[in-house]
Nanobody, 111 residues
Framework: VQLVESGGGLAHPGGSLRLSCAAS??????FRWYRQAPGKQREMVAG???????FYVDSVRGRFRISRNNRMHMAFLQMNSLKLEDTAVYYC????????WGRGTQVTVSS
């Protein structure tokens, strides 16, 4: 499977962005979003299972919402109330007989 992210860009603090992750084939496992800010380690942001069970890192819970469309092999990350510290490259990840990462999409939150 291959993953392609889209939807990143520039937002003001308090603004919103919606990221998309398109998979080249069906993903029966968990879709995860990770992010990596400059000079920091990559961290898991959110994940969603096939049946819709979700989990979030504490720093985004209540502001971000992960969803998926199994028929279209896609996952989404709706990011609201963005903060400066949300600035990072966001990556989509699945495990499919090994680690599969997208190339990432830049999210910049700036006033």
């Amino acid at each position: 499977v291959q993953l392609v992210e889209s939807g990143g860009g520039l937002a003001h603090p308090g603004g919103s962005l919606r990221l998309s992750c398109a998979a080249s084939s069906v993903v029966s496992g968990i879709f995860r979003w990770y992010r990596q800010a400059p000079g920091k380690q990559r961290e898991m942001v959110a994940g969603i299972g096939w049946d819709g069970d979700t989990f979030y890192v504490d720093s985004v819970r209540g502001r971000f919402r992960i969803s998926r469309n199994n028929r279209m092999h896609m996952a989404f990350l709706q990011m609201n109330s963005l903060k400066l510290e949300d600035t990072a490259v966001y990556y989509c990840y699945v495990y499919d007989n090994g680690d599969v990462w997208g190339r990432g999409t830049q999210v910049t939150v700036s006033s």
